[in-house]
T-cell receptor, first 110, second 114 residues
Framework: EDQVTQSPEALRLQEGESSSLNCSYT??????LFWYRQDPGKGPEFLFT???AGEEKEKERLKATLTKKESFLHITAPKPEDSATYLCAVSEAGYQKVTFGTGTKLQVIP | NAGVTQTPKFQVLKTGQSMTLQCAQD?????MSWYRQDPGMGLRLIHYSVGAGITDQGEVPNGYNVSRSTTEDFPLRLLSAAPSQTSVYFC?????????????FGSGTQLSVL
């Protein structure tokens, strides 16, 4: 059974204080690892897809990396508008489903 | 640029009542799915569809029915609501299935069953 574990559950940062969110996963054959951002009262919004170990993707202050067992979402010099819940998800080859983690709630304080 | 549209946004039901959550997408996506989101449990897949006329069960299908008569619409039916179905429901779609394509989510339906 696919498992996705995210840590920490919550993270409070000062504006400009860089940090990383962790997503560890267990899946038989990884097809893709996804990062989403979810703001309160809204649906998740897609950020990145990573397909193989060693792959990295960047978008503004966010950088996602992937190893064979985990993914990191690095946040560089965060701003208050980066405050949100960040969700990690995995898909397995041959299955039409995506398994989500419980998320990391990020708060960036001015 | 409507994307994925869910209605209603909020709903309160009494135990035993039935209702249908509506989901429509205007991106001509073949894949559509329903998730529920509960505190501490993340998003869990209820049902999904890979095209018109084709549906399948996800992780937590009990108590829910779906059908897919058109590419655009994927309604979720609660036949006899129970308090355990109190949750936030999200509909999502993608162009080529769930495995390697990003999902587009609706804004959600907050359902309370009393």
């Amino acid at each position: 059974e696919d498992q996705v574990t995210q840590s920490p559950e919550a993270l409070r940062l000062q504006e400009g204080e860089s940090s990383s969110l962790n997503c560890s996963y267990t899946v038989s054959g990884l097809r893709g690892l996804f990062w989403y951002r979810q703001d309160p009262g809204k649906g998740p919004e897609f950020l990145f897809t990573l397909y193989s170990a060693g792959e990295e993707k960047e978008k503004e202050r966010l950088k996602a990396t992937l190893t064979k067992k985990e993914s990191f979402l690095h946040i560089t010099a965060p701003k208050p508008e980066d405050s949100a819940t960040y969700l990690c998800a995995v898909s397995e080859a041959g299955y039409q489903k995506v398994t989500f983690g419980t998320g990391t709630k990020l708060q960036v304080i001015p | 640029n409507a994307g994925v549209t869910q209605t209603p946004k909020f709903q309160v039901l009494k135990t035993g009542q039935s209702m249908t959550l509506q989901c429509a997408q205007d991106m001509n996506h073949e894949y559509m799915s329903w998730y529920r989101q509960d505190p501490g449990m993340g998003l869990r897949l209820i049902h999904y569809s890979v095209g018109a006329g084709i549906t399948d069960q996800g992780e937590v299908p009990n108590g829910y029915n779906v059908s897919r008569s058109t590419t655009e619409d994927f309604p979720l039916r609660l036949l006899s609501a129970a308090p355990s179905q109190t949750s936030v429901y999200f509909c999502a779609s993608s162009s080529q299935g769930a495995t390697n394509e990003k999902l587009f989510f609706g804004s959600g339906t907050q359902l309370s069953v009393l």
